[in-house]
């Protein structure tokens, strides 16, 4: 059984983590991992470390939990030059170069769109957080649009070549039949606890993991 620790909005570093919880187990020897679960970031630790280390491992896991996110948002102008890439790519230069790719907040029943006659192509923000390979994909379902309209046989050929369409398209169902649930990463630790491994396969956005070195802070 795990020991939890609330962890005071105070002292995680600013007001973007309202609410830290950390919890301890005797299942855990070196890992630690950290998620976000709705607006609250667990924080899973070994049940031996003391209070500096505690203290040392949450200040580290916010910030990869941070950086991660911020890989995870690209801005328009990466939109952009994200999208010449695929289409050179995987497309063979056939799309026609976008005049504008901007995320919007408006589109609640599908994840992209594109308006052909001015070669706009406009994401949906419930994508951001989400693997970039799925972003991709959804790139290159618009893109394939500025070529081919409908969803035609055509249309699913020029996706041939994008290797992570089947994947993606699988994913992005997932995500809507959970009602948005966030991003899930298969990657974990031998000596991982079950809780851990259950944010995982619950699919908990921004699942990070660190292990314990011999140094000073490992130290009582």
């Excluded at 010449?84 to 504008?100: E, H, I, K, T």
């Excluded at 500025?146 to 994947?167: A, C, K, M, N, V």
């Excluded at 995500?175 to 991982?192: N, R, Y």
């Amino acid at each position: 059984m795990a020991d939890i620790t609330p962890v005071p909005a105070g002292d995680t570093g600013g007001p973007r983590e309202r609410s830290v919880e950390v919890r301890r187990s005797r299942k855990r020897r070196s890992t630690v991992t950290a998620y976000r679960d709705g607006d609250r970031t667990i924080v899973l630790i070994p049940a031996r470390f003391t209070r500096a280390q505690e203290d040392e491992w949450v200040g580290r896991m916010l910030g990869r939990l941070t950086a991660q996110e911020k890989r995870r948002r690209p801005g328009d102008q990466e939109l952009m030059q994200r999208a010449v890439q695929l289409s050179d790519r995987y497309l063979s230069g056939l799309a026609p170069r976008p005049a504008s790719v901007a995320w919007v907040t408006n589109q609640n029943s599908r994840w992209g769109s594109c308006t052909p006659s001015d070669r706009s192509i406009r994401l949906s923000t419930r994508l951001l957080g989400m693997p970039a390979w799925v972003i991709d994909y959804v790139l290159l379902h618009e893109l394939a649009h500025l070529i081919q309209p409908g969803h035609g046989e055509r249309f699913w050929s020029l996706l041939d070549g994008y290797p992570r369409t089947e994947r993606a398209r699988g994913f992005l169902e997932g995500v809507a039949a959970a009602k948005d649930l966030p991003d899930l990463t298969d990657e974990h630790d031998e000596d991982e606890d079950d809780e851990g491994a259950d944010a995982q396969e619950r699919g908990l956005q921004g699942v990070v993991d660190g292990v314990e070195r011999p140094g000073p802070s490992s130290t009582s």
